[in-house]
């Protein structure tokens, strides 16, 4: 019998959103309105890979405060991720770049969001979706 568990659901939704910034972080040469769909891909993505991982770690029962830093944190010292600062810096862009009505801020960040921040978002994407493979090959593991 297949249980499906709240963080597999909210996984799926994550797969999706960071394959759409995976697209817009490979197109070359972004003008502004793609500046601004990848600053927006990036906020819900980021969005969707702390609120996966808390799903996750309360699967395992991992009792805790929900804050994104918090996850990012425990998600690392439990071994699931290795890339907490790099998502606590993400959080610290995203609210910088919600507030960028010229462009300039993109313009400084861009360098740290390709370089730091989407290679982490990379890394909880790998890393939950081996959780996910995982949990389809031995579902008994699997909370009924």
């Known amino acids: 019998m297949n249980h499906d568990i709240r963080w597999q659901q909210r996984f799926r939704n994550f797969e999706q959103a960071f394959a759409r910034l995976e697209k817009a972080v490979n197109m070359p040469h972004l003008n502004e309105l793609e500046r601004n769909g990848l600053v927006q891909r990036f906020e819900f993505t980021l969005e969707l890979a702390w609120k996966t991982l808390k799903d996750f770690l309360e699967e395992r029962g991992f009792v805790f405060k929900p804050s994104p830093k918090d996850v990012f944190r425990l998600a690392e010292q439990s071994g699931y991720i290795s890339c907490a600062q790099e998502l606590i810096d993400g959080l610290e862009l995203r609210n ?43 579902p008994s593991k699997e909370n009924p």
């Open 96 to 138: 910088l770049l919600s507030h960028d009505y010229s462009g300039e801020k993109f313009e400084r960040a861009e360098p740290i969001f390709r370089s730091s921040v989407f290679p982490a978002l990379r890394s909880v994407y790998m890393s939950l979706s081996a959780e996910m493979q995982s949990s389809e090959e031995n």
